[in-house]
């Protein structure tokens, strides 16, 4: 069976290393970005070059139509799904608690949590053998923070990967009869735009002497271990969590 993954914010970062491996390992790949265009169209003409097959949608995973774009493009243009990286996610800017409005709050949680749940919810009616498919993976992304609550800084985004732990626990269970292994990577600091978007783009430095390994993480190094949990290699592990911190 040809082997499809759909990675969510994969023009950047975690999701854009994720993309390159996956192609790699023989993966076709449907990735979806907002905004980043011409990241998104030099990756797929890196991938093609190198022999793979690689498609971008744009699609916002807070917006179900675009959810439902993303996945029908993927059956259309590609073919069964059998994976999902449920990637794409953002931090507002630092801030306490006691300054967040719910602007902030509901764009953080629609597009860490709602958006994940909606992915999620199109790739188990492919894959699920309640739905007649045939299995599949989906990998989580969440982060650190649900475990730390990152005080001072975006308690919002870090209880938005709360959520997604939570997620992954429940789902995982749910499914787990139905060929479907639902698992989830917590990255610690990794060098990507998120912490520029957030508004402290040497964010990994500042923090890096408080990790144990005294060093930032790479995205590579996270999307190794996603590779791992989405493929037959991980074939009993189902609802665990793969801390990839550097011992933090
Ligand atoms: P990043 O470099 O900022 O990239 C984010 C990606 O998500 C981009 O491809 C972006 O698309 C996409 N995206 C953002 N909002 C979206 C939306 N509403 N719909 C669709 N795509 C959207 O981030 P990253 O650091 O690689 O983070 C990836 C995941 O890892 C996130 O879930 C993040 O919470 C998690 N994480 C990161 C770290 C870290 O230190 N970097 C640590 C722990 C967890 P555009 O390029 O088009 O903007």
Known sequence: MNKIVVVTGGSRGIGAASVRLAAAAGYSVVF?????????????????????????????????????????????????????????????????????????????????????????????????????????????VSSAASRLGSPGEFVDYAASKGAIDTFTLGLAKEVATEGIRVNAVRPGIIYTDIHASSGEPGRVDRLKDAVPMRRGGYPEEVAKAILWLLSDEASYTVGSFIDVSGGR
Do not use: P, Y
Not at 38 to 64: M, P, S
Not at 68 to 76: I, P, Q
Not at 101 to 125: D, H, M, P, W
């Open 32 to 140: 979806s970005f907002l905004k980043a265009c011409n990241e998104a169209v030099a990756l797929c003409t890196e991938i093609e070059r190198a022999g793979g097959t690689a498609l971008a949608v744009q699609a916002d995973v807070a917006v179900e139509a675009d959810v439902l774009r993303l996945f029908e493009t993927a059956d259309r243009e590609v073919g069964t799904l059998t994976a999902l990286v449920n990637n794409a996610g953002i931090a507002d800017l630092r801030m306490r608690c006691d300054e967040m409005n719910a602007a902030r709050l509901t764009r953080v949680f629609a597009t860490n949590v709602i958006g994940s749940f909606l992915c999620a919810r199109e790739a188990v009616k492919r894959m699920s053998t309640r739905h007649g498919g045939h299995g599949g993976a989906i990998v989580n």
